[in-house]
Nanobody
Framework: QVQLVESGGGLVQAGGSLRLSCAASTRRFSIVTMGWYRQAPGKQRELVATFTRGGRTNYADSVKGRFTISTDNAWKKVYLQMDSLKSEDTAVYYC?????????????WGQGTQVTVSS
């Protein structure tokens, strides 16, 4: 299994910045993709940004040029630097990873961290 623990959410004014962090712990699984999703009230969970072990990144159109995803060299942490925040970025942000086990691949989620952007 993989455990994901997020931190760094909070309240910020529009135009401000926040940095989310997610720490992954696993003994046997191999993480191949890490990323961030978000869910605003009354809306479906949506992709924000992903980072693959091959070095490819993918961003939602709504955050391109404002958000940056990165990982540490050990692939134990993933970060989301959020700049020029807008009120529409308000949501619960979830860390996600896709990992390979002995027999299959699995998706894991963190508990979520609230990001509130005041206008």
């Amino acid at each position: 299994q993989v455990q994901l623990v997020e931190s760094g959410g909070g309240l910020v004014q529009a135009g401000g910045s926040l940095r989310l962090s997610c720490a992954a712990s696993t003994r046997r699984f191999s993480i191949v993709t890490m990323g961030w999703y978000r869910q605003a009230p009354g809306k479906q969970r949506e992709l924000v940004a992903t980072f693959t072990r091959g070095g490819r990144t993918n961003y939602a159109d709504s955050v391109k040029g404002r958000f940056t995803i990165s990982t540490d060299n050990a692939w134990k942490k993933v970060y989301l630097q959020m700049d020029s925040l807008k009120s529409e970025d308000t949501a619960v942000y979830y860390c996600h990873c896709h990992a390979l086990g002995d027999w299959d691949s699995y998706d894991y989620w963190g508990q979520g961290t609230q990001v509130t952007v005041s206008s």
